[in-house]
């Protein structure tokens, strides 16, 4: 049978020039007759406004005069076109015209995205009686309105693409909408239909709600998803796969034949898998669009739940056997006796009663106010999303529900399904109401943690430590920093200073000298290890202790075992190993120990200097009050620097050349955030392998592989690469940090939160929101900031179908694989067994915890709380959602802070309290969301409070951090009240000091804040401040004095200790003693004997090797010659 005529018929707006690219292949490449209709309705201005009626009429011309040239007809409509088309093909069906005896027929009907109507309704009841925001009347005729053709159109296409096809639109008749039709032509005709996923004029769940439609009314459609295709699927990358679908089509319409009963039961059916561009587009845009049916969340939860349940029963099953890495804090000797995690296994009772038991006020007291305070983060979002929850679902539901859209499954309790802007109301108080709860639990809780960190600052244990009455100031002249101005500079109540002196090329001299200490240990672990084996093979052993260790080391025996190797490497001599390594030692130390007593190493012209002050109220005013440099925009002051946290190099460094860095650094993670979605896109075109195969030749292979292996590249290995690859953004963003002149550790970490927390929001929320390209967000909001409301409302309600199963991902899987962290485990494994050698290496192995990364676990959960605000509103289920999946996470992480992490950067709440800064990220989105929507619908009340509300919500932001930044940032506490302080800072005021009243009124807020805070700050206001603060403050102080008395406390420190407090490592460092294992032969007493003549002190205790050559070592801590119980300055 020959091939049909193809009759195209456009939509509104467009013409038969909208075709020209597709027509022109089919006819070209494919051989197929091709007609396109030009409908009255959509013509020049000069034209009269047209019917309905009129359209119908020039398709049926048109198909008609094919039929009657004896071509039969296939008809191809679009959008609008699918009206008229299934309005004017009665009577040329197979049966009708066979009838009337003419041979040729209309084989079948393709809708390309189209808007078939039954009969007797008008094109305007599809719209829900009313014009639609894309649709801007003017008289008779209506215009595409804003954003305008390129967003509603041809959004998957090139900015020249977009203008060139917008530039041929037309106007468009409004009476063709307004007239019913009479006809149904999907009865009658077999009929295909083909889906744009990414259609924003005609969206997925509105196609998907036409064919339900008429399929209820008897028809038969099949239906093929184009996923990633905008409005007009047969112009641009599209056009292929679209033309794929009409040939399917052709081919797969009756022959004049067969009778209409035959081809319903018996068509064939369409093999979606042909389309290879229908795959999901590399980021997961397919699983974000589209209406969400129970079946598939339970799609998602089911394989997720079985993959959580493995993780946990494989979990229970190995924590008893590898202690080391799931219970460290229950035994490891790196914790002191009093910090560790009770274990009652001992007592016959299962972890998990210690785990139900112990509160989380055990975090504080035992492991750190940081980890506590992250536990504390965790249960704040769960609270916000369960209440949120609890407010939305029994207002929004019902009205989402009754809303008048034809919105399917659970996407009729959204937004999506609101079709009448008097349902607008509700979700406008819902958002007045919740938005407003959240900000203020923020602020509250804002006010808490400052009462908490107070009172940890003000702790016995805490306050008496040296760092905590010292400052790091930094950009000091060098006049100021000598130890002889120290009280002309920093006041009477300064006591010890130590100025930060050059360090020259010290440190790399340090980590050399090291470096052979550490080679020579492992040369001589290799002497004695392989002298072991040969003489457990060789003659009996003798005992080295008796006398004979130095004619063993003489032995032809022992000079075999001796480790060589080549100098250079691989073409050299060979040279003995552990005299090279010995050598290098001494000369390292040498030359380390001449370039410390240079006379060059002075304090350079601007410097920093620690300064030690009496008491941490006299710290903490000199940390408020003294500034070298006033408007350097450079942090310059730090409060309570421990000298483990101080990134040497750094603090040396001159301004100028710190700013530069910090600037360079900026510029470079900013760029890294827009631009993170190209490597991302290149890792999704393995979803597409079937067309990346087809379009590349020398790929073709991949489409033999089997099917199983096209799965996990298809499925699996996508989400798994982008996984991996995002879980190094944080390390990249830290090293830039250290990199870019941070003086601390615990400053690096703050400044990485803060880069990684914009970087979650724009490349996980926003830019898969949008669902493109980073950088075409970027650049559409700043061409045009005031388009982010209407890209935010068009983009949200479609997204929260993704973040549904995103929350389900993360709630299952992730938490429990969290739990088990097998990564972990290997890589222990692989360390114990394959990679450690030395006594030194297994040491540290054991010794070494898993430290906690804030930077990189507040901006996730602070994005989770975003995610769900944001859609709070649009899908209340998002909050229900991410209430239990963080719920699994905190049960993780509080397993996690219980059993296994320790401490290692301590920000001291830094790190909750701009956490708690952030989020009012989410009031914003979800607000300029809500802003965007009402817009959009012309809702201008509903539209006018919610910007009302912004604007609320900005202003009481700013008035709220202007307040409390001075309270976060100092030392609050009671103790710096005195009367005397009380009358000075009230004089300042001007006020009068001997009314009481006034004197409260004006000192209270100064008080708690001292002079940062802006004044005249209400009586009523600074009363309910210190209530909320003071309140917090004693009842974590009563918590933290229940943890005190313990001699693990107590840490003595000698002047020379005080004196060294300070000082770079690299002046005070003393050469590695160096831990060799014991043998039976006495090769380490006489290794011991040899080092101690250089003066490298090295030690057999604690570790030995066995007949076999294996080594062993005493996991006793207290035995470990190496080990020492860190001094906490």
Not at 102 to 116: C, D, K, M, Q, S
Not at 173 to 192: H, I
Not at 448 to 475: C, D, K, P
Not at 586 to 591: I, M, P, S, Y
């Amino acid at each position: 049978m020959s091939k049909p005529s193809l009759v195209l018929v456009h939509g509104s707006w467009h013409s038969p020039k909208h075709f020209g690219p597709i027509i022109e292949k089919l006819k070209g490449e494919y051989g197929y007759k091709c007609v396109a209709v030009s409908l009255p309705s959509t013509q020049t201005p000069d034209v009269p406004a047209a019917t309905l009626t009129d359209d119908t009429k020039a398709v049926r011309d048109a198909v008609t005069a094919e039929l009657d040239a004896g071509n039969d007809v296939v008809v191809v409509a679009h959008s609008y076109g699918g009206t008229p088309t299934n309005n004017a093909l009665k009577g040329l069906d197979a049966q009708s015209r066979n009838a009337s005896g003419a041979e040729t027929y209309v084989r079948g009907i393709a809708f390309l995205n189209a808007i078939p109507l039954p009969a007797g309704t008008a094109f305007i009841d599809a719209l829900g009686g009313k014009p639609l925001p894309i649709h801007d009347l003017r008289g008779d005729f209506a215009w595409v309105g804003p954003p305008g053709p390129e967003y509603y159109f041809y959004n998957e296409m090139t900015e020249e693409d977009q203008k060139h096809w917008s530039a041929l639109l037309r106007q468009q008749s409004w009476l063709a909408y307004l007239e019913k039709t009479d006809y149904a032509a999907y009865n009658d005709f077999p009929c295909w239909y083909l889906s744009c996923q990414n259609d924003q004029a005609l969206e997925p769940p509105t196609q998907e709600g036409l064919v339900a439609g008429a399929k209820a009314g008897g028809a038969s459609i099949e239906v093929v998803k184009l996923e990633g295709a905008d409005h007009t699927p047969f112009i641009g990358k599209h056009m292929q796969a679209t033309i794929g679908f009409v040939q399917k089509v052709s081919a797969s319409c009756i022959s004049h034949n067969q009778d209409r009963a035959r081809w319903s039961s018996e068509a064939p059916k369409f093999n979606h898998t042909m389309f290879s561009i229908l795959k999901d587009d590399g980021y997961g845009k397919n699983r974000r669009e589209g209406s969400t049916s129970l079946a598939a969340i339970l799609g998602v939860f089911i394989p997720t739940f079985i993959i959580a349940v493995i993780n946990v029963v494989a979990f229970l099953l190995v924590r008893n056997y590898f202690r080391k890495v799931y219970a460290p804090r229950t035994f490891l000797g790196t914790i002191p006796e009093k910090d560790r995690t009770p274990s009652s296994t001992a007592h016959g009772k299962s972890w998990f009663h210690d785990f139900r038991n112990l509160t989380d006020r055990f975090v504080l007291q035992h492991n750190s106010l940081d980890a506590y305070l992250y536990l504390r983060f965790l249960k704040f979002i769960i609270y916000v999303c369960l209440a949120g929850a609890l407010l939305t679902w029994p207002i929004l539901f019902p009205i989402n529900a009754t809303g008048g859209g034809n919105a399917s499954q659970l996407d009729r309790i959204s937004f999506s399904n609101i079709a009448k802007n008097d349902h607008l109301w509700g979700h406008t108080v819902v958002a007045w109401v919740f938005f407003l709860g959240i900000f203020a639990v923020i602020a509250a809780e804002r006010l808490q943690l400052i009462g908490l960190r107070q009172a940890y600052y003000l702790n016995e244990t805490y306050a008496s430590r040296l760092s905590a009455r010292t400052v790091l100031f930094m950009n000091v002249p060098a006049e100021a920093a000598r130890p002889e101005s120290l009280k002309k500079h920093f006041g009477d109540q300064a006591e010890h200073s130590w100025p930060v002196k050059d360090l020259g090329d010290l440190e790399d001299l340090v980590e050399k000298r090291n470096g052979a200490a550490y080679s020579l240990e492992a040369a001589e672990l290799d002497y004695i290890t392989k002298y072991t084996k040969l003489r457990s093979k060789g003659r009996a052993a003798t005992n080295g202790a008796d006398g004979t260790a130095a004619e063993e080391a003489l032995s032809p025996l022992a000079k075999a075992a001796r480790p060589t190797a080549r100098k250079p490497f691989l073409i050299g001599t060979k040279v003995d190993r552990i005299d090279e390594a010995r050598k290098d030692v001494v000369d390292t130390v040498e030359r380390l120990e001449a370039h410390r007593s240079a006379p060059g190493r002075n304090i350079p012209a601007e410097s920093a200097v620690f300064v030690a002050f009496a008491s941490q109220e006299a710290a903490h005013r000199a940390f408020q009050q003294i500034k070298f440099h006033p408007h350097l925009p450079l942090e310059d002051r730090f409060l309570a620097v421990q000298p483990k946290e101080v990134l040497w190099k750094n603090i040396q460094m001159p301004t100028a050349v710190r700013a530069s860095k910090a600037s360079l650094a900026l510029a470079f993670v900013i760029a890294f955030t827009i631009f993170f979605s190209i490597p991302v896109g290149l890792i999704g075109t393995l979803s597409n392998v079937k067309e990346l195969s087809d379009r590349v030749k020398w790929l073709e292979w991949l489409q033999d592989l089997p099917d199983w292996i096209l799965g996990l590249l298809v499925g699996f290995v996508p989400p798994f690469l982008t996984s991996w690859f995002v879980s190094y953004v944080p390390k990249l963003f830290r090293h830039i940090a250290k990199l870019s002149g941070e003086p601390t550790v615990p400053q690096a970490e703050l400044k990485t939160q803060a880069w990684y927390m914009v970087f979650q929001v724009f490349q996980v929320f926003l830019v898969t929101t949008f669902s493109s390209g980073a950088a075409a967000v970027a650049t559409k909001i700043a061409k045009d900031p005031k388009s982010a409301p209407d890209l935010l409302a068009e983009s949200l309600p479609k997204a929260s179908n993704f973040y549904l199963t995103y929350f389900i991902l993360q709630g299952t899987t992730s938490a429990a694989s969290n739990l088990l962290d097998y990564s972990e485990t290997l890589e222990y494994l692989f360390y114990e067994y394959f990679w450690d050698k030395t006594p030194r290496d297994k040491f540290q192995t054991y010794a070494q915890m898993r430290g906690t990364p804030w930077a990189a676990w507040y901006p996730k959960f602070t994005n989770f709380l975003i995610i769900a605000v944001a859609y709070s509103c649009i899908q209340p289920l998002t909050l229900g959602f991410a209430a239990i999946g963080l719920y699994f996470y905190y049960l993780s992480y509080r397993y996690s802070l219980l059993y296994v992490r320790q401490t290692k950067t301590d920000t001291k709440g830094e790190a909750y309290k701009r956490a708690l800064q952030q989020m009012p990220t989410g009031l914003y989105l979800a607000e300029l969301a809500l802003i965007g929507l009402f817009g959009a619908r012309k809702a201008a009340a509903q539209t006018t409070l919610m910007i009302v509300l912004l604007v609320l919500t900005a202003v009481g932001n700013l008035l709220l951090d202007r307040m409390l930044r001075p309270l976060e940032l100092y030392l609050g506490a009671d103790k710096w009240s005195e009367p005397e302080q009380e009358r000075l800072l009230a004089e300042e005021d001007g006020a009068d000091t001997t009314d009481d009243a006034d004197l409260h009124a004006s000192v209270h807020g100064r008080r708690l804040g001292l002079k940062k805070l802006p004044k005249p700050m209400p009586r009523w206001l600074s009363d309910f401040f210190d209530s909320i603060i003071s309140g917090s403050r004693e009842k974590a102080s009563s918590w933290l004095r229940q943890d005190q008395g313990s001699s693990d406390d107590s840490v003595q420190f000698s002047e020379d200790d005080i004196k060294k407090a300070y000082i770079a490592p690299a002046f005070t460092s003393k050469t590695p003693k160096l831990w060799i294992p014991r043998d039976n032969y006495g090769i380490s007493k006489q290794e011991i004997e040899a080092n101690g003549r250089e003066g490298i002190t090295t030690t057999d205790e604690a570790a030995e090797i066995d007949e076999h050559g294996r080594l062993h070592w005493n996991h006793n801590f207290e035995e470990v010659p190496i080990f020492s119980k860190a001094k906490v300055v």
